[in-house]
């Protein structure tokens, strides 16, 4: 035995770690099966030209070189099926068999081997013609095996699997290098056949075992500086020592040996200088722009911790490496909030166009988990072969156009994934371009993770801030309609709103307790729908948030329909959950689609469970008040909001302007009623009247129960013309509904109007009572109007109030009289021709002295006209006129503040009233305007015109009374009229009618109707 026997010995050794790692890997696929039998072939063959070469069996040498002939030529066909299965899918019939088959009918037959040869060294076969040809035969078959097998790796995308065949190549190189030279008259006596056999297993051994493939191009990059820097230093270390050798002349010696140690260590420092020279010159030379995006990319991460904030690292990293690896799109994607799903978070390039940037995969989807369990990159050619894999995720990875995907691990922890994109010019991935990547992964996965839970927690800390800036705004006040409006605009900098609402169950429906949006909203604050097949019962049913983000392709419930019209495109109902107990849902909308992430989803979550206590507390709250100004057996308001809304009323409009009407009403006959059937009989028909009332009713009048059976109404905004419509439906409804129950019983009214009939609380409230007791006094079943009507009776009106009210008349008078000199004179004749004029029809004294007061007042609303207009010499403009006719308002608005001058406001505010209808401020006319009031218009007039004016002298008698003649009818109450004339033709009013000199008050200038201003 010689020790070339020792050399297949040792490749079948060799050949067991291959065997081991294979038999680790199943289950197998067709080319594990393939490959498996090749290396047993080849072991085997290793085996037995062992024991051939060996003399061990030296008798049955000639048994062992056929055996091993066969075993080589069956490891031959093996080897095809095992480059066939590689690049052609599931084979046909194995006709290559028929060669083993016939090389073994050919050993046995004796005409292969022909027999076998001894040296004193070797051994060798002698193989014959046939064996020749059957290697043709297979030669020819692993060619085109080879030919095809090049062919495809041209087109595959995955640069380790190309990597593998190129490997495998190599080996097949080896092998068949070998069986040239073994076949060579040179090599047959030595195992030249299974030195090439050693040198594959040895191959594949480090490419199976190792798994880390290099790219061809490294190792010719770095073995071509590795070789210069060999070659220089063996050169530079022969001259030194040539040197030393001729300078020294020494032999071997001590000196000899320090001159070598000098030497080598000289020999050391030249090759590191080399080395450093040659290696970035190289590799800059070779790998051009790249090279410097690489040495950013290298120096960035090994100072990575340094990076101040996520964002710059990210935006850093992706573009560096970008460029680094030549590809035209990159992303990061991190998980969108703890256990989310990963989302595009960096991209390059950061454009709108970059696909990758709405990249989004799940966190316990295929992909995720396939990363996370494989710790492994992935390749777009590895996607289709996962079976559980979404077709949406995949749909997603095919439009961002991904190549590859990259985990970010620290431990057995996924932190983010990097997706990258195809390379420039249609390059595939090379090794080195995975290295670069694996290594960026690997030294930012720590340092990213460190920076995302930081920058989460800033993000948190604002986010908690924002939710506790908003439930601050919700619990500031208990009124949440107030401070909604408020609330959503602060929402706005968190989340897109257009429309939202807070909506809250009440007995299987739903209410609309607040709104807020930039569109019109289908329904008002307040409203209310039923609860079924609406968002909110769904929420409140399953006790979760829901988000629909495209209400244009899908939607679940029928009132959404309504904000689609109105450009609604997607929606969030977040549940408000009080003691695991669902109130209702905040609404949140928008008029773009999918405007909601998973985060801001959660956020909305929590807050609607951090506000839904305070409106609870607010629902409570607005229920208890509500309760405390409801009456409970009508149901509606009681006396004390009455006259909180009374006052608040006043305040408004005394504040900002406007009218409003009041109404007071009483049922006729209830007392007997109630003595007849009983209390509880009576308050069952105030219950009903009650609902009359509330059925009869516009929806922005107020009802209120006053006590007993007295009700009052306010309605805003409402002149006394349109209450007194609202005032016979009630009647007529209440009195068709008692009398179709064969019930004696109806109702009076009595309506005042602001400012007219008062402006105080008080005021109103007796000229309501006023008017009410005159309905009632005409027999009931009747609505009146104040200034239509005869006022409260001077008996029911006490003397001490009367004291005052006289008291009350001089202190204004005086006021008008300091205001305008004129007016003092013009009133007193006024009150001297009213006077005289009632007297005349026969009134009573009471009424005699209220016209009286009247007449001295009637003019007290001057004091609002500014001395310029008061006092104008030329013709009044509009404007000048809108002003003029406000004192009549004015005047009735101030006396109506005095207690006991109430009945007066009449004759101050109507006595420019024509009794055609033409006057102001209403435009009554005919016996519609106060018995006083039209007796001061003509008392009023006619002192007009028997006065002096700046622009004429005054009329004399006798034209003043062909003025009065012709107005009569137009102007003035006619009767009234003709009793004035034969007043003055009497001669009853000589001393008022003498000319005075002076300056007197401007009368109407412009106009045939003489009226003083």
């Known amino acids: 035995m010689n020790n070339y026997v020792l050399i297949p010995l040792i490749t079948a050794i060799i050949f067991i770690p291959l065997l081991v790692t294979l038999l680790g890997s199943r289950p197998w696929q067709r080319q594990q099966k393939s490959f498996f039998v090749f290396l047993i072939t080849a072991m085997l063959w290793s085996l037995s030209s062992f024991l051939f070469y060996s003399n061990i069996f030296i008798q049955n040498e000639l048994l062992l070189a056929k055996i091993t002939i066969c075993i080589g030529i069956l490891m031959a066909i093996q080897l095809h099926y095992f480059l066939r299965s590689l690049y052609q899918g599931q084979g046909r019939i194995p006709y290559a068999y028929i060669i083993v088959a016939g090389a073994i009918g050919l050993a046995a037959t004796g005409y292969i081997p022909k027999g076998v040869t001894f040296t004193e060294i070797s051994v060798s076969a002698e193989y014959g013609t046939w064996f020749i040809a059957l290697l043709v035969i297979i030669a020819i078959l692993l060619g085109r095996d080879i030919y095809l097998l090049a062919r495809r790796q041209t087109f595959l995308a995955d640069p380790r699997e190309r990597n593998q065949i190129n490997y495998l190549f190599a080996s097949l190189a080896v092998l068949f290098t070998s069986f040239v030279v073994g076949f060579t008259p040179a090599g047959r006596g030595y195992p030249v056949f299974h030195i090439g056999n050693f040198a594959m297993a040895g191959i594949l051994t480090y490419a199976v075992v190792t798994r880390q493939l290099l790219d061809i191009k490294v190792i010719f990059r770095r073995g071509l500086v590795w070789t210069i820097m060999s070659f220089g230093a063996v050169a530079a270390y022969l001259i030194l020592f040539f040197l030393l050798h001729v300078i020294f002349d020494f032999n071997i010696s001590f000196t000899t040996v320090a001159a070598a140690i000098t030497a080598a260590a000289w020999v050391a420092m030249f090759a590191y200088w080399m080395f450093t020279i040659l290696s970035p010159g190289v590799e800059q030379r070779l790998t051009g722009e790249k090279y410097n995006y690489r040495q950013q990319l290298f120096n960035l991460t090994s100072k990575a911790d340094t990076v101040s904030t996520l964002e710059e690292l990210g935006n850093k990293v992706i573009s560096l490496l970008c460029q680094s690896v030549e590809c035209y799109r990159a992303c990061l994607l991190l998980p969108e909030f703890e256990e989310g799903d990963f989302s595009a978070t960096f991209s390059c390039p950061p454009m709108e166009d970059n696909a990758m940037q709405k990249l989004n995969l799940k966190q316990d989807g295929t992909i995720a988990n396939w990363l996370r369990r494989e710790a492994r990159f992935i390749s777009k050619g590895d996607f289709v072969k996962l079976d559980s894999m979404n077709q949406r995720e995949y749909e997603d990875i095919h439009f961002a156009k991904v190549e590859m995907l990259f985990p970010l691990m620290k431990q057995d922890r996924l932190i983010a994934i990097l997706a990258m994109g195809e390379k420039q010019n249609g390059k595939l991935y090379t090794v080195e371009d995975i290295e670069i990547i694996e290594s960026v992964a690997s030294r930012i996965a720590a340092i990213m993770e460190r920076q995302y839970l930081y920058a989460q927690l800033e993000e948190r800390e604002k986010e908690l801030s924002s939710i506790s800036r908003l439930t601050n705004i919700v619990i500031s006040s208990m009124d949440i309609r107030g401070i909604f409006e408020g609330f959503s605009q602060q929402l706005k900098d968190i989340v897109a709103i257009d429309w939202s609402a807070v909506t809250l169950i009440e007995n299987e429906q739903l209410c609309f307790s607040a709104l807020s949006g930039t569109i019109s909203s289908p329904w008002q604050t307040g409203e209310r729908i039923p609860l079924e097949g609406t968002g909110s019962e769904w929420v409140i049913k399953h006790g979760k948030s829901l988000y629909e983000p495209d209400l244009g392709q899908h939607r679940m419930f029928w009132t959404e329909d309504n904000l689609v019209k109105r450009g609604i495109q997607s929606i969030v109902y977040s549940p408000l959950l009080v003691t695991g107990k669902s ?3 905040l ?12 985060k801001q989803l959660q956020l909305l979550e929590q807050l609607a469970s951090q506000i839904a206590a305070p409106i609870e507390n607010s629902r409570l709250y607005t229920q208890a008040e509500q309760k405390a100004r409801i009456d409970d057996l009508t149901g509606l308001f009681n006396r004390r909001h009455f006259e909180e809304r009374l006052e608040d009323e006043i305040a408004r409009h005394s504040r900002y302007g406007g009218i409003f009407s009041m109404l007071i009403l009483d049922l006729d006959s209830f007392k007997t009623y109630n003595d007849i059937y009983g209390h509880l009989a009576g308050d069952k028909l105030l219950r009903e009247v009650g609902g009359i009332i509330k059925n009869s009713i516009r929806s922005a009048d107020q009802a209120f129960r006053y006590g007993g059976d007295e009700f009052t109404f306010i309605l805003p905004e409402t002149n006394i013309d349109d209450a007194y419509m ?14 179709a129950r064969n019930i004696i019983l109806t109702c009076s009214i009595g309506l005042v109007h602001y400012p007219s009939n008062g402006a105080t609380f008080n005021t109103l409230m007796e000229t309501a009572d006023a008017a009410l007791y005159y309905a009632k006094t005409k027999g009931g079943n009747q609505c009146y109007i104040h200034s239509k009507t005869p006022p409260q009776p001077p008996a029911m009106v006490r003397q001490e109030t009367m004291g005052i009210s ?13 205001r305008d000199h004129y007016t003092y004179g013009h009133s007193r004749k006024v009150n001297s021709y009213a006077i005289a004029l009632a007297k005349a029809i026969e009134l009573p004294n009471d009424e005699i002295t209220k016209i009286s007061a009247s007449a001295s007042l009637h003019d007290v609303g001057k004091i609002g006209i500014p001395d310029d207009i008061l006092n104008k010499k030329g013709n009044f403009t509009e404007e000048d006129w809108k002003i003029i006719k406000a004192h009549t308002k004015l005047g009735a608005s101030i006396i109506g503040s005095v207690p006991g001058l109430v009945s007066c406001i009449p004759a101050v505010l109507y006595h420019h009233e024509h009794y055609d209808g033409s006057g102001y401020p209403e435009g009554l006319k005919g016996d519609e305007i106060p018995l006083e009031a039209r007796i001061l218009a ?28 012709r107005n009569a009818g137009t102007q003035f109450d006619p009767k009234l009229a003709e009793v004035f004339i034969n007043l003055i033709e009497s001669g009853s009013f000589e001393k008022e009618i ?4 002076g300056t007197e008050a401007q009368s109407d200038r412009g106009t045939k109707k003489h009226q003083n201003i």
């Open 587 to 598: 609404v949140i909308a928008s008029c773009q689609p999918n405007a909601y992430s998973a």
């Open 938 to 965: 003509i008392a009023d007039a006619f002192s007009a015109m028997t006065s002096v004016r700046p622009y004429r002298g005054p009329l004399s008698l006798e034209q003043a009374i062909e003025e009065l003649k």
């Open 583 to 585: 109130i209702g849902t």
């Open 806 to 818: 006289l008291n009350a008349i001089y202190a204004l008078t005086s006021v008008v009289e300091a």
């Open 994 to 997: 003498t000319i005075q000199s």
């Open 726 to 739: 609202v005032a016979e439906r009630i009647r007529k409804e209440i009195a068709a509904e008692m009398k």
